[in-house]
């Protein structure tokens, strides 16, 4: 079972920074696909970033240019920088990780995965972490 803890979200001004972590930890003896998710108030939860084992990374066209996705191996912990914030930005951001899809980790198949029915749902999941972008 591997278990993920989120931190760093909090409240910002537009255009401002933050940095959001990851820690995994449990029984992880195989590559992961890593991934950050949001979801706002009243709308459907997103692919932001995703990172696989190789450290190929990809984005979604919204963050593209703007956040950073990475992870550190040696302290299992995955991280989203995420700068020049805007208001539309305001939404839970959750980490995942799913075994599955380690040798075709985008942010394609990770957008996939949220498709209601599809079974392809993420099996980790981070409790979440806040983040609030005020204009």
């Known amino acids: 079972q591997v278990q993920l803890v989120e931190s760093g979200g909090g409240s910002v001004q537009s255009g401002g920074s933050l940095r959001l972590s990851c820690v995994a930890s449990?029984?992880?003896?195989?590559?992961?696909?890593m991934a950050w998710f949001r979801q706002a108030p009243g709308k459907e939860r997103e692919g932001v970033a995703a990172?696989?084992?190789?450290?190929?990374?990809s984005y979604a066209d919204s963050v593209k240019g703007r956040f950073t996705i990475s992870q550190d191996n040696a302290k299992n912990t995955l991280y989203l920088l995420l700068n020049s914030l805007k208001p539309e930005d305001t939404a839970m951001y959750y980490c995942?990780?799913?075994?599955?899809?380690?040798?075709?980790?985008?942010?394609?198949?990770?957008?996939?995965?949220?498709?209601?029915?599809?079974?392809?749902?993420?099996?980790?999941w981070g409790q979440g972490t806040q983040v609030t972008v005020s204009s």
């Open positions: 449990g029984y992880m003896d195989s590559n992961y696909c």
């Open positions: 995942a990780a799913d075994p599955d899809y380690a040798d075709h980790c985008t942010i394609e198949v990770v957008t996939t995965t949220l498709l209601v029915g599809s079974g392809a749902a993420f099996a980790y």
């Open positions: 990172i696989a084992s190789d450290g190929s990374t």
